[in-house]
């Protein structure tokens, strides 16, 4: 710096002491570059990441270094320019206070170099190319620096209002644009029903098995109704457990953008049947730590949550946070429960004869069935839904063969290794809870050609003061099953299984089984009693020749799918890095009629931005930027090319008047006038200060002739005429021609001075 300082004011000295700093800076960044190389994870560690140990401080040495280097050829650059010394004495100043306020290792010695060179710098610009600003800057800057490092202690210091306020700022940012980290998503595993097993020597998820489930208050619930509240949706079932492959994307709940796909997501936009739905609204509060999800109702019309907590939802209708819920988050819902009856039963019946442009991929994703299945419960399927008419009758019958033939327990055999869950829970011990009864409710439904897809959330029965307090006695599992014109319809087949013990709200006590429907549902649907223990279900069928219906099986999936996007599995955690399906576009549940989603691979979810609203803000950022820009290289132009300044900028007489003169030619050309061939300057003059009405023109171009071709000295008159004149023609400017003249002047400028007519 003090190199710099005395080098700094002549062509020679200052080549040198910049090819030293140039010389410097090259020699050391080859020597570090694995410090280098390291930067971009020091970056990656500040948005959350990890970073090793060993390469966190030659990351760091270098990107200060780095920065080092910058300040010391700004510095340099101001020194050069003499009039920016006192800018120069400034900066150093306040990065000498900076880095004694921001490092317990800062030495004050080590700026004495810059203070010398600041100090040289001053000397040397002697004369009237001394900076004015510089005298008065630098006893002020030099009593400042001295004060402030007295009073300001060395090393990291915070106002603890100031800084609380810049995290919470932060995080709401970071929640709202900067939202990629996988999540883990609910499962009742948590909540004392602990599914696992032993498969090919690994221990995975695996249904059944005896729960105990946990007594610890989880949320309190305020409802004007009975709920199901949703947290996990599972699309595929694998024979011992229910994992995901459907194609996710995810979306911030409140991006106006995506109201659209919000509104398909959750069932919305479907027409609302008279009698068929039900408004509920409800307010929950967290009372226990857990994992992000949200736990709502089907069909949600409105949810409501602090806007500094950012809220996000998938494609399969799962509401979370970006981080896990903590005692008191609390939000409102209102939502539309279906009322199972004949309007709803009609209702669905209508939707039945309207044209589904999703369908086949819903019954791709959602109808598939692994191998392993017991043949007997093909038939079994056949023979409940023999009289039932339509998809909403083949699905009731499932849940009143379910409650009524089946018993519910929380004791119960895990499974033998090998054997179907649902023919182990259907044919061997008809015994078992929620997770049984909603498996079970699933798999009959895919048999009946019906999407089915399995659910576990809470179900909350309000007391008669309209609250409840949930606990893992009240996680719950049941089905949904999608109908034409409806969407998703929850089945929940616990609720009405004999063998309740009549305690509690959720698995312990079932949920809408056959007691939350309508007294008017139609005589037939109950079907035939259920054979005894000994008998096989559905052995008479096959004993007479029937066979089963053929075992679906899941479509192939896409193999070109982006690799580079972000994989999760949603058993145990639940990932949807952001992808963007494009504005307006359906979620793979729902999507386009023209333009289906592709699959993707099983156990992947597509990789999402949170939003394009960070993006759009910031795309609208840039534009105005760049008009600010704009505007200012117009303005900067506009200045450079107006004839005033450029008259009064001129070196003689003679070259001011050539000024003004190409200026109102210029002008005038924008109005349709220009001299003709072998009009003379005092004829075309003449004309158009007759037609302009501006006499100063007319007088201004003759003395302009005068002197071009009669050697006479131009008069300081002529010049104040040829302003005036060319003021006039520039007022008389329509505003067409006044903008298309200023768009000249900033492109192309006022002309020729030089060869003028």
């Not at 599992?477 to 998703?488: C, K, N």
């Amino acid at each position: 710096a003090a190199l710099c300082g005395l080098l700094a004011h002549g062509g020679g000295p200052a080549l040198i002491a910049a090819a030293a700093l140039a010389v410097a800076a090259g020699a050391y960044v080859p020597a570090h570059m694995a410090g280098f190389r390291a930067i971009p994870a020091l970056a990656g560690s500040w948005s959350g990441g990890e970073i090793d140990p060993a390469l966190s401080a030659p990351a760091a040495a270098a990107l200060t270094t780095s920065l080092s280097f910058l300040l010391g050829a700004l510095f340099f650059a101001l020194l050069y320019r003499r009039e920016t010394v006192s800018l120069a004495i400034l900066i150093l100043f306040s990065t000498l206070v900076a880095s004694h306020a921001a490092s317990l290792t800062a030495s004050i010695p080590a700026a004495l170099p810059g203070l010398a060179a600041g100090a040289a710098a001053f000397a040397l610009t002697a004369g009237p190319t001394r900076d004015g600003a510089a005298a008065r800057a630098l006893l002020p800057g030099i009593l400042a620096v001295c004060l402030a490092l007295i009073l300001l202690p060395a090393g990291r210091v915070t106002w603890r209002p100031l800084e609380n306020a810049a995290n919470r700022v932060r995080d709401v940012f970071e929640q709202y644009f900067g939202f990629t980290r996988q999540r883990i998503a609910f499962s009742i595993n948590e909540q004392g029903y602990d599914h696992a097993g032993e498969v090919g020597g690994e221990v995975v998820a695996m249904l059944g098995g005896p729960a105990d489930p946990h007594q610890d208050a989880v949320m309190r619930v305020t409802a004007s109704d009975e709920l199901l509240l949703r947290g996990t949706v599972r699309s595929t079932y694998t024979g011992y457990s229910w994992v995901d492959t459907a194609p996710r994307s995810r979306y911030l709940y409140y991006d106006l953008t995506r109201a659209r796909v919000r509104d398909a997501v959750f069932g919305a936009d479907l027409p609302v049947a008279d009698g068929a739905f039900r408004e509920a609204r409800a307010q929950v509060e967290i009372l226990k730590e857990g994992t992000s999800t949200l736990f709502a109702p089907v069909r949600l019309t409105k949810f409501e949550l602090p806007l500094s907590t950012a809220l996000y939802y998938n494609t399969a209708g799962e509401l979370f946070l970006t981080r896990e819920v903590q005692p008191g988050d609390a939000y409102a819902l209102t939502a539309r429960l279906p009322v199972h009856g004949n309007a709803l039963r009609n209702a669905a019946a209508r939707g039945e004869a309207q044209d589904d442009p999703q369908w086949q991929q819903l019954m791709a994703v959602y109808g598939a069935l692994p191998e392993g299945i017991d043949p007997q419960v093909y038939a079994l399927t056949m023979e409940i839904t023999k009289d039932a008419g339509t998809a909403y009758d083949r699905a009731l019958a499932i849940m009143t063969y379910l409650t009524r033939n089946t018993r519910y327990t929380l004791d119960v055999e895990y499974p033998p290794l090998g054997r179907d869950f649902v023919s182990h829970f259907l044919l061997d011990t008809r015994a078992g809870y929620c997770s049984y009864y909603a498996s079970a409710m699933a798999v009959l439904g895919r048999i009946a050609g019906l999407p089915t897809r399995y659910v576990e959330g809470y179900l909350a029965r309000p007391g008669a003061d309209g609250t409840a307090v949930l606990t893992g006695e009240d996680a719950h599992a049941w089905a949904e099953i999608y109908f034409r014109g409806l969407g998703w319809v929850p089945f929940d087949a616990t609720g009405g299984a004999t063998g309740r013990s009549g305690q509690g709200s959720g698995d312990r006590d079932g949920g809408q089984g056959e007691d939350a429907f309508d007294d008017d549902a139609p005589e037939g649907l109950t079907p035939s009693p259920s054979p005894t223990e000994q008998d096989a279900p559905g052995s008479d069928l096959l004993n007479e020749g029937q066979t089963p219906s053929p075992t679906p099986t899941i479509p192939p999936q896409d193999e070109d799918q982006d690799e580079n996007q972000d994989e999760d599995q949603d058993e145990p955690e639940d990932s949807e890095p952001p992808e963007d399906p494009g504005d307006g576009e359906l979620p793979p549940e729902l999507p386009p009629e023209d333009e289906p989603e592709p699959p993707v691979p099983p156990e992947q979810e597509s990789n999402d931005p949170p939003s394009p609203l960070p993006w759009a803000l910031l795309g609208l950022l840039l534009l105005v930027l760049l008009a600010a820009l704009g505007v200012l290289w117009a303005r900067r132009r506009l200045r450079q090319t107006d004839p005033i300044a450029l008259c009064a900028e001129a070196k003689d007489p003679d070259q001011a008047a050539m000024i003004l003169y190409r200026a109102c030619l210029t002008a005038l050309a924008f109005t349709g006038q220009a001299p003709a061939n072998g009009e003379s300057p005092e004829a075309f003059a003449a004309r158009v200060a007759n037609q302009q009405k501006c006499p100063e023109y007319a007088a201004f171009a003759e003395a302009v002739a005068r002197r071009r071709y009669g050697r006479q000295p131009l008069k300081k008159a002529d010049l104040a005429a040829g302003r005036k004149a060319y003021r006039g023609i520039e007022r008389a400017l329509r505003r067409g021609e006044r903008l298309r003249y200023a768009v000249h002047r900033m492109f192309r400028g006022l002309g020729d001075f030089d060869r003028i007519p």
